[in-house]
């Protein structure tokens, strides 16, 4: 296989289906397809694709999933395809069960959104039984303005030097934690977990169990980027049930993964958490749900292209320059076009999948 072929990322989440697709197609294994409800940019049907393949009857199980945050997706695509076509060619079947799920939330991967349909972000929208869709940080009501504002985005508005200020006066911990914590009352601003299910949501509450078949014991890799710093590789455990399983699949990974504490560092407490959700479809399941996070640009810069990327969605014109700007920074942030960030990316991701599966043949 050439380098360049290894190096493959999907322009957009068209390429990147019909890759998935083409690839899955040649490997012994079995295909889903689950049309969701809305539409691409041009009126294409969107779906949540998934694959599974290995030993079906076996007691673990590796789950590979991306696009969660919609345009998120580039980079978990492009492990999947990797690993996909490594499968092809060495043709030894894994004496595990793999399951492959393409784009969670293709809605946002098409429109090159963090949220779905809705303006969903979900990894902040799968409340568990008795949570409460409502409320948002103090902070965030303080922040709305600055975060959402109600005009197409162009023109210097000192988002920078605004936040800057905001940064410090209250610290970098506390904003964080307030601005992508999660909220329930602005149903166009950023990080909303919405007034109900997801599209996502509903979609994958029937077939969960069915896509875990017998397994006993769960490696659950959730490919994320846009956190941490460039080109890194956090690994961001869901809370709770840490047997001593779980403990060990976390150094079998690299000794890439936190505790808490030190994930508190990196990133926030979130409601709405996707690994929570997940592993509580299965509850007799030994589920380790990872949230591999791999770094792009800093935290100021990230969020300054998903406010303007939100901003140009809800007030901005979609034939403007300003509008299509939007856009391609908000994809850059997510998926950096730099060769050196792909390669070190993918390379570490494949890596990962790897790792997780001889833990799991072990
Ligand atoms: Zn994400």
Known sequence: MSHSTELWFPRDYQESRGEFLSVAEKLSGEL?????????????SLSIDLLTLGDRDASDCLILSSGLHGLEAPLGAAIQLGWMRRQLASGIEPKIRVVLVHALNPYGFAHLRRGEAENIDLNRSFLRRGEERRGAPPLYEKLDALLNPESPP????????????????????QVKQAIAGGQYEFPRGLFYGGKGPSETQQLLTPHWKAWLGQTQRVIHLDIHTGLGRWGELTLLSAAGNDSPWRQNVGKALGGASYNREQENAIAYEARGDFGLWCAEQAEDVDYAYYCAEFGTYSPTRVLRALRAENQAHHWGDPASAAFQTAKRNAAEAFCPARMAWRQKTLARGLALCESAIAHLQE
């Open 32 to 44: 889903e397809s689950h049309t969701i409800e809305s539409h691409g940019p041009a009126g294409e």
């Open 154 to 173: 162009g023109g210097f508005d000192f988002f920078a030097l605004r936040a800057a200020a905001i940064l410090m006066r209250y610290g970098m911990t």
